[in-house]
């Protein structure tokens, strides 16, 4: 059965709720699907640190420090790499990967060119340590904890063997004090910034965790508003309010539709007689033969007590009829009670259309009439009024 407002979509338990229909940006570059452009754009976003080492690399050559073939060397295999990820990533080629944003992968190559680049430049050396720790803070963030924390003890190690290395080399400009002095700051930015990132990361948990519970208590909510809780059909309230948008469809460009006024025959004497679970059983049996047999777009309900009422769009009373004879059939032919296999059960209708300047409560009362024209008629019977 389909949900009983059309514009449900669009609505909340707190108004109207405009839907997302923003045209997705620069499609050409991430693509559509979102988990992939969220990739791409974290991606694109950690190839800054690669610009800025562009810029130090060419400085150094400019300068003196490398020669122009190694600093074009350098950048040349940052940018491949960069295209290889993203070409992996754009084609979707990644998806066969436990890790389809290939994030430790972008890390880790960060990670050694920024580390070889510490080596070749010199007195600039310096500038590389906030490239390594903007690529650390994408690797935490990006990484799952357990990652995580491998790649920061990697590169810990990594910039370890790289300092010493270099001072070994030449001393003059990796001056040892200087050194052991980046390597303990270094040493402790690294682990600091990992130990912050996983706060940061359960926070986020966190709030997902509790956004997921408050929509679905928010769900509960609504269902509990609009919906009857033993039947689980559309309470009276909810069905008030779609029948007026009907009428007013009606008045505004003529659009037919039709009320079934129900109610199950001789209820009160199955209460009297077999208790009033026994009664529950029967009126859950019902509200599940109208979710069977009725229309999909017919909008059943629970009017009150042992009264439903169906509201059949674009549908005048006469064909209505043909959609209720077929759930008479189906109903008196079923078991309606697992306690008392042997108890039947019929029902009663009334069918109306709205005709021109009626008002709701009209169209009701008719429909009221109808009804026990049906039940003077001998019940069991549905009566078009």
């Known amino acids: ?25 620069f499609t050409w570059l991430l693509g559509h699907e979102r988990k992939m452009r969220t990739y791409l754009g974290r991606t694109l976003i950690n190839c800054l640190p690669y610009a800025v080492g ?40 990644s998806q066969r990967f436990r890790d389809p944003s290939l994030a430790l992968i972008q890390v880790v190559t960060a990670l050694l060119w920024t580390a070889t680049m510490y080596l070749v430049t010199g007195p600039l050396h310096t500038a590389l340590l ?48 200087v050194q052991f002095c980046l390597w303990v700051i270094m040493a402790s930015i690294l682990p600091t910034g ?54 007013q469809r009606h008045r505004d460009g003529g ?35 109208m979710r069977r047999t009725v229309r999909e777009s017919d909008l059943p309900a629970r009017w009150g007590g042992e009264e439903f009422l169906v509201l059949l769009p674009q549908s005048s009373a006469d064909n209505a009829r043909c959609v209720l004879e077929r759930l008479r059939a189906h109903f008196n032919a079923q078991a309606v009670s697992p306690t008392v296999p042997s108890l039947r059960a019929t029902f009663s209708a009334g069918l109306v259309s709205p005709k021109p300047g009626e008002t709701l409560a009209m169209v009701l009362e008719r429909a009221d009439r109808a009804l026990y024209a049906a039940k003077n008629a001998g019940r069991d019977h549905c009566y078009v009024g």
């Not at 025959?265 to 529950?280: A, E, L, Q, S, Y």
Request: with cysteine.
């Open 1 to 25: 059965m389909q949900a009983l407002d059309p514009i449900a979509a669009t609505r909340s338990p707190f108004g109207t709720v405009k839907a997302d229909a923003s045209p997705q940006r």
């Open 54 to 93: 562009t810029l130090i690399a060419y400085y150094c050559a400019l300068v003196g420090i490398m020669s122009t073939s190694l600093a074009t060397a350098l950048v040349v295999s940052r940018a491949l790499s960069l295209v290889a990820i993203y070409a992996a990533l754009r084609s979707g080629w």
């Open 130 to 177: 906030p490239l390594l720790v903007l690529s650390m803070a994408s690797a935490t963030f990006n990484l799952d904890a357990s990652r995580a924390r491998l790649v920061t003890w990697f590169a810990v190690l990594l910039m370890t063997v790289v300092m010493a290395s270099a001072t070994l080399l030449d001393s003059t400009v990796y001056a040892p004090k």
């Open 194 to 247: 990992l130990l912050n990132s996983m706060q940061l990361k359960r926070l986020k948990h966190r709030l997902k965790t509790q956004r997921e519970e408050l929509r679905v208590a928010l769900t509960r909510l609504h269902d509990l508003a609009t919906h009857d809780e033993l039947t689980g059909l559309a309470n009276r309230a909810h069905m008030g309010e779609m029948l007026e948008q009907y009428l």
């Open 255 to 289: 659009e037919t539709f039709s009320i079934a006024l129900i109610d199950l025959d001789f209820f009160k004497r199955v209460n009297d007689t077999h208790g009033h679970g026994v009664g529950d059983e029967v009126l859950k049996a019902f509200a599940d033969a």
